[in-house]
């Protein structure tokens, strides 16, 4: 009964009423401010009384007919309020009337007549930005993003403060796909409240992986609305990104916390799980996402691609179960066609594989992982040329996808065209120069090609970026010893043996590289490592075992001493008896010391002859030994020779005295050198004219002397050591200073 009652009360003053001017009597302006005071402090029926009063009175019916509407408006009297506006736009084609009217229409549902509205009110000289404010808010919501950002521009042309308009600029732009960040951070100038511009601004910066910046902006976020749930969810999605795991999980449980119960949050929560190797909490997740989706492909694709993925917890036949829901779910989606084909590769069901991963290619033709999946189960079923296609379009989709060149490396070594396969290899490693797969299998294609060298190279390259990647290490460490680099050798295949202890090949490898050494009781622990864990070594290593049996108690002794040349020993070996112990010098004057004679005394005891049968007793007084005859059998490779050499070896310092400059090789902790001059018994030792220098850990250093050299002759040498105090390398030349 009470809107006919309104509407005749309407009809009432309207009919009696005098003039459609304004009466600007004092005690009219007070009523009419009394009422707008009322309505902005929020006393809507104190408002609708006062603005009654006056159009009873026959007084400023527009002004008061607008209030009285804005009045009923305010408590949801929605069609009463339409009808007061729509009589005050008949009586007076007011510009606020109209607006009001276009707000009570959208109010109401009618956005269309809503918009009309708004644009009469701006043809009747409304001048407030917000008509064109809410214009362009209803294209919004229409999904007519293009439309809206024009009209919040032109609102922003009327007001450049109003936060809002910013802001729904900002999300206009968003939902094009437009950069916003700037609409997003000039509402947050202009309101640093606005949690929402945050958490889109934060959004913007997922989409070129700054995720630190996005970090700061969702804890900001959740600083302003510690309420807001989908706040922490995407907080806990970036520090996922910034491996951030255990901080990721405390923020998807907050999130769970304020009752954001979302298949969402369940599947962060089981990724964070799951780099945390918590196996199992990250499958009750995946799971938990599964029941709170079972009609969404997405959930099973992920818990699918977890049983694919973790070694921990691997289930192949999970995995291609949870695929096949995937696509039964949504049969137009390329990601479940290309995993279970890629999981079909992984069990060598390589035909099995064919089918959806050309489904995936048909639904992502620009999409290069299925085409390169594809590739691979087309090699390894014998289709060469559709494989070849199929990896040719993967490169094709994305130049920078490094894993096509690669596999089409492997396809063209499988079928030993090495040339060809080096080249891919090389084309991935311009790609990324960080996969080390490439680095190993290009150094694999060089030997194969007899690049010795260069295949070494690529193995070393590939180390420096994983220096325990076990397939370069074995390479490297195997080549090393096929290239009598028993030292090198060592260092590589220890490590092998230390990842993978229970490795007989790479025992074997690595004991007949110590036994290159000369260090024979370490090469025996080896060998019969080798035998224990694969018996059918013995047949082939019994004969080594059987010339190693006499050395047990021996090792090799380098003898180091400040007082004598590195390149020869003035040594007296005298003093010890018959029966202490057995020493041998072998022909190349190799020294074998026991390991409990080992002291700083110059005087040792020498048998001449093999550990079988000594011979004799030697007494050797002033001679020369070389001790270390594998020294001799590789070079220091310097940047800069020493200063004062031939004139083809390099520039003589001014100053006289002598420089060597060199890059660290592998495996050098430290280096040992030595200037002697000629004399008279040249022949049998050098004079050393100044102190050894010691260098720890340096790479490009440089060696000055105290003295200056005279005009002699001289001659120089450097030993290179490992940790062990192991010479490495040895190199020396002889030079004239004039």
Avoid at 438 to 459: H, M, P, Q
Avoid at 464 to 483: A, C, F, S
């Amino acid at each position: 009964m009470k809107r006919p009652l309104l509407l005749l009360f309407l009809l009432t003053i309207l009919v009696f009423r005098v003039s459609s001017q304004e009466t600007d009597l004092p005690e009219l302006v007070s009523d009419l401010e009394k009422g707008s005071s009322y309505l902005n402090d929020g006393d809507y029926s104190g408002a609708e009384e006062i603005f009654k009063n006056i159009l009873l009175e026959n007084r400023s019916t527009e002004k008061a007919l607008v209030g009285l509407g804005r009045a009923v408006l305010y408590q949801d009297r929605l069609e009463e309020a339409y009808e007061i506006f729509h009589k005050a736009t008949e009586s007076f084609n007011s510009p606020d009337a109209w607006f009001f009217s276009g707000y009570t229409q959208f109010k109401l549902g009618n956005s269309d007549q809503a918009k009309k509205d708004y644009i009469k009110a701006i043809e009747n000289g409304y001048t407030h930005s917000d008509a064109w404010f809410n214009i362009g808010h209803i294209y919004y919501y229409e999904n007519e993003y293009s439309e809206a950002e024009s009209w919040f521009r032109k609102a922003l042309e009327r007001d450049q403060n109003y936060a809002s308009t910013w802001y729904y600029l900002g999300l206009s732009r968003y939902r094009q796909n437009l950069d916003a960040y700037y609409e997003f951070s000039k509402t947050i100038e202009l309101d640093p409240s606005y949690t929402m511009a945050y958490i889109y601004r934060g959004s913007l910066l997922d989409r070129v992986e700054e995720y630190q910046k996005a970090v700061t902006n969702y804890e900001k976020a959740v600083e302003l609305s510690p309420d807001y749930a989908w706040g922490y969810y995407y907080l806990g999605k970036d520090l996922e990104r910034i491996n951030r795991s255990a901080d990721a999980v405390e923020k998807f449980e907050k999130a769970v916390s304020l009752e954001l119960i979302n298949a969402r949050v369940y599947d962060g929560l089981a990724g964070s799980f799951w780099s945390l190797k918590k196996y199992d909490k990250a499958a009750e997740y995946y799971d938990k996402a599964v029941a709170q989706a079972p009609d969404s492909a997405w959930v099973y694709n992920n818990r699918g691609y977890f049983y694919k993925q973790n070694w921990k917890r691997k289930n192949y036949a999970k995995a291609i179960e949870d695929f096949k829901m995937a696509i039964h779910l949504d049969p137009e989606w390329a990601a479940p066609y290309n995993y279970l084909g890629f999981t079909y590769n992984i069990l060598n069901k390589h035909s099995e594989a064919i089918a959806p991963l050309r489904e995936a290619v048909r639904l992502a033709p620009d999409w290069s992982w299925p085409w390169n999946n594809l590739g691979n189960a087309l090699s390894k079923t014998g289709l060469i040329e559709e494989a070849i296609y199929s990896y040719e379009k993967s490169l094709e989709c994305d130049p920078g996808y490094y894993n096509a060149p690669y596999n089409l490396g492997n396809l063209y070594s499988d079928n030993e065209e090495y040339k060809k396969a080096a080249e891919f290899f090389k084309i991935s490693l311009e790609i990324n120069p960080r996969y080390t797969n490439s680095y190993n299998n290009l150094g694999n294609t060089l030997i194969k090609l007899g690049k010795k060298e260069e295949a070494i190279e690529s193995f070393t390259k590939g180390l420096e970026i994983d220096p325990d990647h076990i397939l370069l290490l074995k390479n490297r460490g195997e080549e090393y010893y096929r290239t009598n680099q028993p030292a090198r050798a060592v260092t590589d295949l220890s490590k092998v043996v230390e990842l993978e202890p229970n490795s007989a090949y790479y025992h074997k490898y690595l004991g007949l590289s110590y036994l290159d050494m000369h260090r024979y009781q370490d090469g025996q622990l080896h060998i019969e490592k080798a035998i224990e864990l694969n018996p059918s070594y013995t047949e082939t290593l019994k004969s080594i075992l059987n010339t190693l049996k006499g050395f047990e108690a021996y090792l090799p002794v380098y003898l180091l001493w400040d007082d004598i040349p590195i390149e020869g020993l003035d040594v007296t070996f005298t003093g010890l008896k018959e029966d202490d112990t057995k020493y041998i010098s072998d022909s190349f004057g190799s020294v074998l010391l026991p390991r409990n004679k080992l002291s700083e005394s110059k005087d040792y005891y020498l048998y001449h002859g093999d550990y079988k049968n000594p011979v004799k007793e030697w007494e050797f007084s002033n001679t020369s030994f070389y001790y270390y005859e594998g020294l001799k059998e590789v070079n220091l490779q310097l940047t800069k020779k020493l200063s004062g050499l031939s004139p083809s070896d390099g520039e003589i310092v001014q100053d006289g005295s002598p420089k060597l400059q060199w890059e660290r090789p592998e495996g050098v902790e430290w280096f040992r050198l030595t200037i002697s001059r000629k004399t008279k018994d040249w022949g049998d030792g050098r004079k050393i004219f100044t102190e050894f220098k010691r260098l720890d850990k340096v790479i490009d250093s440089e060696f000055k002397f105290h003295e200056d050299l005279s005009p002699n002759e001289y001659h120089w040498s450097v030993i290179a050591f490992s940790g062990n105090d192991i010479p490495l390398y040895y190199l020396s030349n002889n030079f004239t200073i004039e």
